[in-house]
């Protein structure tokens, strides 16, 4: 089999330790010793959120996470305050009509993080307090955007809506403070900066949430984060959990405490500012806004002439790299890069190097090793200016 190195924004490439431990023999999931697994599973998740409070795990993929949020914390009827800055955004608003919900959407011109003054004029207009909650996007893997999350919080306190926070791309790469920015639901998933297989979600609940899962109405089942939030203080789920899952986690979350959450904010930023700089020496544009970046995914247009679609099928066909295109109406115009799971500078460093073969072949004006150039003087901070 072709080595293939992964640098999707999720699923991310996994570590061998994190796979191994799927091959772990199943045990009882009502069991105790299950029940311990769970238990410290969730407790190791909690510090990541940034929060005490308690944090359930469901088996589904993000969105199963998204959707129980909000199922758990509205009722139809309920007006929802959407603030897409992408796809993903645009998901959750989809999700929120899905049950029943009268969704209004604050708009954002596309690469452009969510305006703090934005979404506080529309907070301060809505003097009926109409507006029962806000879905907000942390990382909105489509764009390559990243909204800074402390910025939005004194307009939500002052407001008093609920706040859902999808953090499925932003989770573990950046530092997330639940607690002290007030947010009231926060949904993760495996699949992203965790570097597990992809599988599982796993939400986080404040004080209000939690008084607010006895009066939402939506339409649930499953996907009811009032259940979960019951079961988990026994270290259990509800329904079967994907056990092999949750061992895999619980690996992938012995990795990264190994490097410490410094060190793994500061990898995904360092990989992303390289990635950038790589990107721009050879001619790319990147379609996040300065002082929107995200640190998970680079989303970038190739240089005029270069067809995105053709440039990820070499990559991927010749040389094992495995990109993302564009979602929606960015299909077939710009390329993604992730930063997340389990590579090294030396894959982006060999990434970089295969894109300038690529743009070669597709007879782009490449400055040969310019782009392995930028981003080694990013990685390593030592290489001189190119002559
Ligand atoms: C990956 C992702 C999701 C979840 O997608 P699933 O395919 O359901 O796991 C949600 N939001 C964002 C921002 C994501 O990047």
Redesign the pocket.
Known sequence: MRKTLLFL??PVAVAESVLAAMARPLENHRGPEFAARLTRVADRLKPMFGTTGPVVLLG?????G?EAAVASMFSPGDTLLACPIGV?GR?FAEIARALGCTVEVLDTPAGAALDPAALAARLEADTGKRIAGVLL?????STGVQNDMSAYVAALREHGAISVV?S???FGASRFRMDEWGYDVVVT?S??ALAAP?GM?MVALGARAIARLEASTCPRFYFDLKKALEFSKIGQTPWTPPISLVYALDAALDRYEASGVDAVVERHALYARAIRAAFEALGFTIFSRPGAHSVTVVAAAPPAGVDPGKLLDELRVERGIILSGGQAELAGKIVRMGTMGDISETDILGAIGAIEIALLDADAPVHLGSGVQAALRELIGKVGAPA
């Open positions: 924004p999720g589904s993929s993000g969105t199963g998204m993903f998901r996007t942390h990382n909105e893997t999808d499925v791309s932003g998933a699949q992203k992809p979600a």
